[in-house]
């Protein structure tokens, strides 16, 4: 069950990948992201966010497939730990944004995540 949480976690982290690739490209969703700030398609500061966010949440979603002991993969196990800390960090501004639009979506997908992946760090000890 561990590598299946792992797994699921990672495929979360891609989906978020994704979502954050659909802001760069124009995509009319800032209320559901950095505050809600901006309602539609986020300016280019936003998009430039967006884009630090890609690899921070891809090495996330390697990091607990690795702590899970995912074959090949042999990181060090801080950086499990550290996944879990910004999955934290991420899953409380979720809950206290601005945007009621970002918090109703995202704060529940972020604390599942932060979860999942505190469920990793400790079973796989």
């Known amino acids: 069950m561990l590598i299946q949480i792992a797994h699921l976690y990672a495929s979360a982290c ?8 659909a802001l760069i490209a124009g995509a009319p969703l800032g209320a559901y992201t950095q505050g809600g700030r901006h309602t539609g398609a986020l300016p280019t500061s936003g998009r430039a966010i967006a884009a630090v966010s890609i690899p921070l949440v891809l090495l ?10 995912f074959p090949g993969l042999g990181w060090p196990r801080w950086t499990g730990w550290a996944a879990l800390a910004l999955s ?3 899953a409380v501004l979720n809950a206290i944004t601005p945007s009621e639009k970002e918090r109703a979506v995202w704060s529940p997908i972020t604390i599942v995540l932060a979860g999942m992946a505190a469920y990793v760090m400790i079973v796989s000890g």
Request: hydrophobic share 65%.
């Open 14 to 21: 891609l989906g978020i990948a994704f979502f954050q690739v």
């Open 60 to 69: 996330q979603g390697l990091a607990i497939l690795s702590a899970a002991g």
């Open 88 to 90: 934290v960090v991420t």
